[in-house]
C-alpha cells in the first residue's frame, strides 16, 4: 500500500496513519486477561480478581500502552515502505474524519536531510607540526626535578627570594572590608612560580620571617573572581617561615629513581623524548583534526534537524548537571541551566556528524580491526603495563566505539588533508602544550 507523505517544509513530513478500532479494542482485552492472571486485589486469590476489576484498575494505563505500541508499529512501517530516514521522535496526534470503526493520526517529523559536500580541493587548512627539541627535554626533567625536590627552612635573618616557599598568614580588605576568599593562615606558596599574581608576589620578595607587610594590589578586570574583578585591596601579609628548594641533580641515580632501567642520564633523556614525542602527536592530531572539522563544516550545505539539534541540547544540559554534581553543587538536578546556552554549540556538533557521516560513507572511511588494533597499542605505550591496557580496551564494547570513533575521525582528517589546500606551520613545543 502507497504511503502519502506530505512535505511540510524544508526536512518536515507528515503521514496520517489508521487504524482499526476492533484491533486496538482486541489487544487491550488480550492484555487485560494475561494481567488478571497475577494481578493482586483484596478480597481475591491470585488469579481470581474479576475482570470488571481489572479493567476498572489497569484498563486505561494498558489502553494508553496499546495505543502507543500499535502507534509506533504503524508507523515504523509507514516509514520504512516510504523509505525515510526519520531523523529523531515523530509528534503523534489524532485526526478526525477517520470514518467508522477506524482511528487516524498524524505522524509529523522530520527527516535526515541530503549532505551536499563542496569541492574539497578548494577548502583551506592550516596543518600544523611540532618538533620535540632538546630544550623541551630540558623543561620537561625541570619539572621532574621541581616534583621531587626537598625544602629547608632559611635562617631568619635571611629574605624571601625566587625559588623559595613562603608560609604566610594574610588578609584583604576593599574600602576597609574583608572580602570571602580574602584571608587565610599558614598559607604556602612558591615564589617567582606565577601560583598569585604579580604584585603579591613581588611584595613577599624580600621579607623576613616574622615580618608583617600592608600593600595595595589591583585586581585585573578580567579576574576570576568576579566580585573583586578591577578593584583595589590593601592586604596585610605575615610572614611565617620561608624555604630554600632543593631540587635533585639530573644523574644516575635520578635516572634511577624513574624507573630508567639502564640508570643512565642518556636513557632518561631519551624516556621523556619519547614521551613527549607521542604527546606532541596526540595533540598535533587533534588540533589538525579541528582545522579539518572546521573546513567541512564551511564546505558542506545542509539543512539541520530540529529534533537532533534538541536531543544533542539535552545531552549536553545532562552533562552540566552530571559536572555540577561531581562539583558538590546542591540542587544540581533542579538548577535552572539555559538551553539557548547550549544550542549554537549543539547544532555545530549535529551539522559536523552529518558531514562526516556522509564523508565515512561515500568514501569507505570506516575503521579497520588493524587500525583499531595499532591506535590501542599506540595509547597503552603511555602506561607501566601496555599488554593490560590493550585487554582492557579490547574487552569492553563501549570503550571499542570510542575508539572507533577516534580512528573514523583520523580517516576523515587524513582524505581531507589529502584533497584540500594545506597550509603548513612549524608550531614551537611550549606554544602546544599550552593551547
Known sequence: MAVNVETLEKLERRITLTLAADTISSEVESRLKRLSRTVKAAGFRPGKVPMSVVTQRYGYSVQYEVMNDKVGQAFAEAASEAKLRVAGAPR??????????????????????????????GAEVERVSTEVTDAAIDKTLDILRKQRRTFAQRPATEGAAEGDRATIDFEGKIDGVPFEGGKAEAFQFMIGEGQMLETFDKAVRGMKAGESKTFPLQFPADYHGKDVAGKEADFLVTLKKIEAQNLPEV????????????????GLRADVKRNLEREVKFRVLARNKAAVMDALVKAAELDVPKALVQQETDRMIEGAR??????????????????EIFQPQAERRVRLGLVVAELVRANNLRALPAQLQAHIEEMAQSYEKPSEVVRWYLGDRQRMAEVEAVVVENNVAEFVLSKAKVTDKLLPFDDLMTA
Open 251 to 266: 644523574n644516575e641515580a635520578f635516572a634511577k629513581s624513574l624507573g630508567i632501567k639502564e640508570g643512565t642520564v642518556e
Open 322 to 339: 552530571a559536572d555540577l554534581k561531581k562539583r558538590g553543587i546542591k540542587d544540581a538536578d533542579t538548577t535552572p541551566i539555559p538551553p
Open 92 to 121: 503523534i496526534t489524532e485526526k478526525e474524519g477517520a470514518g467508522e470503526g477506524k482511528i487516524a493520526f498524524d505522524a509529523t517529523f522530520e527527516v535526515y536531510p541530503e549532505v551536499k559536500l563542496g569541492d574539497l580541493s
